[in-house]
């Protein structure tokens, strides 16, 4: 419906903008014909607009093609890129098929082709170019067109690599330097931050030390997600601790003590103690302890780096207080 | 040989510690399969039916008969074939010209570990007879009922892909498998080291040692059915059952005899792993083995050939599992 409704859109653009007036193959120039730059600007601006919207719309529609039926599904799939593909051609179709125009002979319709044998004195009057109104010396120079033409499908190029390389899982390529260790300076400082909480809750939880163990490992689970390994709805605890460990941040035998801890604490009734607590607790601390180091050696990279930012060192103490 | 311990309780540890040396033994005979043994030694710890559904020549016979030999279980195998009748799995009164009087000569149905080797190839009405054994533990000849051995274990195997001369399992009797194994090829290396075994041990087979018998069999499902359940995790397992009837693509779900299984499994897996107690990945990894088969896909679907596997997996990936934090306060 979206996509449909952008292409009679469109097709209502370039109407506009190519109106002929004498017949349907003639380029004539149209209301619009003034201004070439107003009509290659709303042809662009149409064809991004369009293809925006859709991109937009496309996730909250989405989550309706699982009730589709085969057939119809069919029918979308091959639909849905052929009326994606027709709002960019006719984006483009409208810059070619205008006629560009600049002289102000150009404001009224085109003379009427020779209906009458004998010239009147107003047009052997006219000079040459002026008798043809917009003509090829008049109009945008086709190299211009062409390298805007260029530039758009340069840039769509580039937009669509790089979209399929990330739903693909690929990372596109960072600038080395110092954005990208502060961005992992903010993980690590979010994750002491969680395992900090972690600590805090266990102190909160008096003598029970079911609740306590399962604060120890929530604690975990918001250190992790803090890191971007967040928990997903249909994620078992296994599934949890296997994606942090494939990412690096469950290293050692801590997160995997915990989370059999857990596991016990979580949906078992065996009777919980001091043990226990106390065996969550040293798991937490050797998390903390583990990810401290990491951070450490965060900073001794930086250290060595020229672009040392001032007052990361008081951060990085502060999050372990 | 019955383990000394048969006869006094037993803790889920110790349940799995003897199933896992099962296993071990097994898998001398059947190499790189410890995922399809596993699943198999579930159905046994929880007391169900097998069907093992794959390509000719991947060891599902072996695989049948290693654990029957290791289990130290009664072993009979019948070769289903269109001719078959009911009577010869369950058995006939024959008369006997001395006494003047019906005799009853039990069929190969009456054993502790019955392999039902290619299934599909007997009609219906044979493979009705089994219905009854393997949902009952019993069959009834002329009238009279007659009670299977006990522990009753069904090992079914079935070529999924040759169609001329077989009977496709109606969805009623599939359901009365517990779970479905699907063995798979080896990987190069795997049978690479299947290969050097067979020419090391100079024999076409492995002689496997028998490192239980019938009454362990018995007392290890007796301790699958002490293994607790938390209630949120029998609620994801009836998620998951639910999402089988609601999802487009299938046009019959899940059975409750699905979730009765998928549960049933899942403490069996615990006591597997030396747990007395259910945790999601029990669930969760057991969900497709134990649904998969008790569902039918709509038939368009069959043009892509979508299995009922992809489908399933699918669900398991929607449907989340029990949230961190208790729903119900459980005191320590």
């Known amino acids: ?321 | 040989m019955t383990t000394p311990s048969t006869n006094r309780l037993r803790t889920a540890e110790q349940v799995g510690e003897q199933a896992g040396a099962v296993l071990r033994e097994i898998g001398r005979a059947v190499v790189g399969k410890s995922d399809a043994l596993e699943l198999v030694m579930l159905g046994v710890l929880a007391g169900g039916h097998v069907l093992v559904e794959d390509l000719p020549g991947l060891g599902k016979t072996l695989l049948a008969r290693s654990f029957a030999t290791t289990l130290g279980l009664d072993f009979r195998r019948i070769q289903f074939t269109p001719d078959l009748l009911p009577s010869d799995v369950t058995g006939t009164p024959l008369y006997d010209q001395r006494t003047g009087e019906m005799v009853f000569h039990p069929g190969p149905v009456f054993t502790h570990l019955l392999l039902a080797d290619e299934i599909n190839r007997t009609p219906p009405k044979t493979q009705a007879a089994l219905l009854e054994a393997m949902a009952e533990s019993q069959v009834t000849v002329d009238g009279e009922t007659r009670p299977l051995a006990d522990p009753f274990l069904v090992i079914a195997t079935a070529n999924p892909v040759e169609y001329e001369g077989t009977y496709s399992l109606p969805e009623a009797q599939l359901d009365r498998f517990q779970l479905r194994v699907r063995m798979g090829y080896l990987t190069a290396g795997e049978e690479l080291a299947m290969l050097r075994a067979r020419i090391d041990r100079a024999a076409p087979e492995a002689v496997l040692e028998r490192l239980a018998g019938p009454d362990d069999v018995v007392a290890w499902r007796a301790v699958v059915e002490r293994v607790e359940i938390d209630d949120d995790l029998l609620e994801y397992a009836v998620a998951l059952v639910g999402a089988t009837r609601e999802h487009p693509q299938i046009s019959i779900g899940a059975s409750p005899r699905g979730g009765l299984a998928l549960v049933q499994l899942a403490r069996a897996r615990a006591v597997l792993d030396g747990r007395d107690y259910v945790v999601p990945e029990d669930v969760k990894d057991l969900a497709v083995p134990a649904l998969a088969h008790r569902v039918s896909l709509r038939p368009e679907l069959w043009v892509r050939e979508m299995s009922t596997d992809d489908v399933l997996r699918e669900i398991v990936d929607g449907v989340g599992t029990p949230t961190t934090r208790r729903t119900a306060a459980v005191s320590s």
């Open chain 1, 1 to 321: 419906m979206v996509l449909a409704a952008v292409v009679v859109g469109a097709l209502a653009v370039a109407a506009l903008a190519l109106r002929p007036e004498q017949g349907l193959l003639h380029s004539g120039r149209g209301p619009l014909g003034h201004w070439g730059f107003v009509a290659i600007a709303v042809s662009v601006v149409w064809t991004f607009g369009a293809w925006t919207l859709v991109q937009n719309l496309r996730h909250r529609f989405g989550a309706d093609r699982l009730s589709l039926p085969p057939r119809e599904e069919r029918l979308r799939e091959a639909a849905a890129p052929l009326l994606l593909a027709t709002v960019g051609v006719i984006g483009v179709l409208a810059l070619v098929l205008h006629h560009f125009s600049t002289g102000d002979s150009t404001s009224g319709p085109p003379p009427p082709l020779a209906q009458d044998p004998v010239p009147t004195p107003t047009l052997a009057t006219r000079p040459p170019e002026q008798r043809h109104g917009s003509t090829d010396h008049s109009s945008l120079p086709l190299y211009l067109v062409l390298a805007l033409l260029a530039a758009v499908a340069v840039v769509l190029v580039v937009v669509a690599v790089v979209r399929r390389l990330r739903r693909f899982g690929l990372r596109v390529p960072q600038r080395p330097g110092h954005a990208g260790t502060a961005a992992q300076d903010d993980d690590a400082r979010l994750l002491l931050s969680a395992v900090h909480s972690g600590r805090r809750a266990l102190a909160g939880t008096g003598d029970d030390a079911r609740a306590a163990v399962i604060a120890c490992y929530a604690a975990m689970e918001d250190a992790l997600a803090a890191s971007g390994v967040p928990r997903h709805a249909s994620d078992s605890p296994a599934d949890l601790l296997s994606r942090a460990a494939g990412a690096g941040f469950a290293p050692g035998t801590a997160a995997p003590r915990l989370t059999a801890l857990f596991r016990e604490a979580r949906y078992s009734s065996h009777p919980m103690d001091a043990s226990h607590r106390a065996a969550a607790a040293d798991a937490l601390e050797e998390i903390a302890s583990l990810l401290g180091a990491r951070e450490g050696a965060h900073e001794g990279d930086r250290d060595g780096s020229p672009d040392d930012p001032h007052g990361q060192h008081d951060r990085n103490a502060e999050a372990r207080r």
